[in-house]
């Protein structure tokens, strides 16, 4: 049995090889999109947008801005932000398009061998899934600045990042290819949607765990102790990596904005606001505070790595309805106690406190009468992000019944194994063989399929398996 798995994961590597070489071979240089971003006036809020999209000699040339942002799961409709698009060919001459729905721009390329778009992104909402840009930051939340042709979704970015002048900061999870200039590549546009840039006059700090760098950037801090500060960051990083095993990426970006609203993880970054709530000396602030960002941070292996299905090749165009949000969020708060106190910065007691508080959240709340842990994932799309008294009076958080669920799952494994197994198995395992190992089961199905449908493979599904 085992010698049969071997040989099974053995020929799946080889396929696995054997078909991303030919689908590099196949993927045309020319295929790669650049894209700029300028802020020259910051005052005005406006950003300046460039793309330049190879035609592929298509008669038709739809380009979009996609209607929300993955993690903050509501309709925004970015195109409402977009203003002066102008289109043109590789030597400037313009090009007729037309408006065809709310979020879609059809270009007439002609004999156009490059469509290249400019405009303009008005960016004043303090969310974490809007756009930014004042005097004091630019935060570029790429889902809500960039648009995308859907042909093109999977080819690679180059974007530059021209900051305004009198900055000297820009951070992303992005790979940078010229730091000095800002230029950096997103392998395709999920990766480019899933990286958020902060640019600025922000305090950099940084350290290392296990050989992989960790950047803080920070807007307007207020007086801390660097020290403390980095330590616990590197705490919450040991804690949680090692309970997970793992270490799914090389480089990681703490963006962390002073006012606004939310906190949103990201592949190998997240976006947060502070609200200036870096004040070490006000103890449960800065537990809160601390809380906050080892969810985010675990959301690493619960939600980008362990996910519904339904959160994974994403639509940009529309809801994503799934009915497992009570796991991504909900088990994630449960976890990022589970992470602060092994990291020695809770104790028992604050952790049962935060716990028994959620119940109580929970167990207080008007809507536990009208919605299940499912049926609040699935409705979150209608009003959770834009709360109000209907909301309050009928809906529950699947933050707090999912953290109860994960607490009782927990709870019921290690009971039945006499304190042997917990849920954290179960997270490993799942991250193992869905996200880390899948190659041998996944690969064995999707060559099959290659196969058989050649040539009209579905590339973009193969290889988001792969990630
Ligand atoms: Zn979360």
Redesign the pocket.
Known sequence: MNNLKMNIRQIALITVFLVAATAVMSQNAADTVFATVSMDAPHTHYYQVEMDFNSNGEQNFEVKMPVWTP?YYWILNFAKNVTSLSATDEKGNPLQFLKTDLNTWKIEPGDAKRVKISYDVYAYERSVADPWLDDGRAFIQPTVVFMFSQELIQMPVVLTVNPYKEWSTVTTGLDCLNEKEHIYRAEDFDVLYDSPILAGNMEILSFEVDGVTYTISMENPVEFDHETYISDFKKIVKSATSLMGDTPHSYYAFLIMDQGFG?L?HRNSMAVFSNSNYDVTNRAGYKSWLAFIA??FF?LYN?KRIRPIELGLFDYCGENLTNMLWV??GL??YYEYMVLNRAGLMSQQEVLDAYSKTIATFENANGRKYLTARQASYDTWLNFFNWNNHTDNTTISY?DIGNALGMLLDLKIRHETDGEKSLEDVMRNIYNDFHKNKTAVILMMNFAKFVKILPGVRWRRFFIMLK
Do not use: M, R
Request: aromatic share 8%; charged share 25%; net charge negative.
């Open positions: 993690g906190g993880e969810q985010e959301h939600v991504a969020e994630t708060v933050y």
